[in-house]
């Protein structure tokens, strides 16, 4: 079981079995909302309970995906594409240890021009 929070606390998640491997995105909407670039894992919904879901609010940032974030202090929770059976949970939000490694960097085309990616992880243009 892993579990985080909002920096407030008044959402706290839960996740059952393993964190799958997280990506970073660096897509323009993931920069602006998160402020840099935005790390998450993909977990089956069943996997994940919410707990404080009232203070949870989101974005629809188009047809087919909308973007959770905490109501009281502003914490980006989530990514949730609508017609998967996978959510994306913001890796900051985990309490440690969390038995994970980033695998790579997605939409690296539209990165910010004041930062490298020097890691050595595979990177993906889209």
Excluded at 51 to 78: I, M, N, P, Q
Excluded at 100 to 106: E, N, P, S, Y
Excluded at 118 to 125: C, E, M, T
Aim: net charge positive; hydrophobic share 35%; with cysteine.
């Amino acid at each position: 079981m892993h579990k985080g929070s909002c920096l407030c606390g008044a959402v706290r998640v839960e996740v059952t079995g393993e964190l799958p491997a997280p990506d970073a995105c660096h897509c323009r909407q993931c920069r602006k909302q998160s402020g840099h670039y935005f790390a998450s894992t993909d977990v089956p919904r069943a996997a994940l309970t919410v707990h404080g879901a009232d203070s949870v609010r989101w974005y629809a940032s188009s047809e087919k995906v909308r973007r959770g974030f905490c109501a009281v202090c502003g914490t980006w929770l989530f990514w949730d594409p609508l017609f998967r059976d996978s959510i994306a949970v913001a890796m900051g939000l985990f309490d440690t240890p969390t038995g994970t490694r980033l695998r790579g960097h997605i939409f690296v085309a539209d990165k910010g021009d004041y930062y490298d990616i020097a890691d050595g992880l595979p990177q993906n243009r889209q």
